[in-house]
């Protein structure tokens, strides 16, 4: 924890009701930032703003644009300024061969984890431009790196969230605002429930640690990309596979 790190600034955490989400909107808050928390789930919603006294709870669908566009608005009016943003709602869909994919699962998996970056990013990015400072950090995995048998889905979509990140960091290079991605491995969230043990251990086997992940080490590396210290990294991938991954 680094008290007072985020003095001044507003950020916003797409799935920051839960999860990886919450950690770093918790650290933020926490070391002096405000916060946006758009999610979907209701419940935990509500839960965030009790545990984040003065975060702003909005129900946001990433998948909706003009949705996004209006909660960006809204953010925005509230707090005067957006200088942060962390994409982390997303799912895993099914567990299943490409030939037996449905496809209503393959288009909302993509929905959520690509398009929804995209949608928050292009609502979010021109407040940033205008006050010449931005933070993004766009949530991968190491799934879009390397691949993982039967998850498809996940895995194009994570790969995409990388070209996308790649993409944007360039366009906005020299705007003041930095645009980075994660890549975690298996980390101890509600995702993981998500998957049969079978494709968890798959996965757990691969990591030279032989662990999975806590929520805290996606928060410490996210909440330094987010920070005034990140200055001469953009458009770039950040590792947190506990060595399964080493590029």
Sequence with gaps: MIPGRFAGKVAVVTGGAA????????RIAAEGGRVAVWDMNDEALAAAGEDMPGALPLRVDVTDASAVAEAA???YDVFGRIDLLMCSAGITGPTMPVAEYPVDSWRRVLAINLDGVFHSCRAVVPYMVEKGYGRIVNMSSVGGKEGNPNAAAYAAS???VLGFTKALGKELATSGVLVNAVTPAVFRTALLEQMPQS???YMVAKIPMGRVGEVDEVAALVCWLLSDECSF??????DLSGGRSTY
């Design 199 to 201: 494709q968890v251990d």
């Design 233 to 238: 990294s953009t458009a770039a991938t950040f």
């Design 73 to 75: 608005a809204k953010t």
């Design 19 to 26: 999860g990886s989400g919450k950690a770093v909107a918790s």
């Design 158 to 160: 994570k790969a995409g």
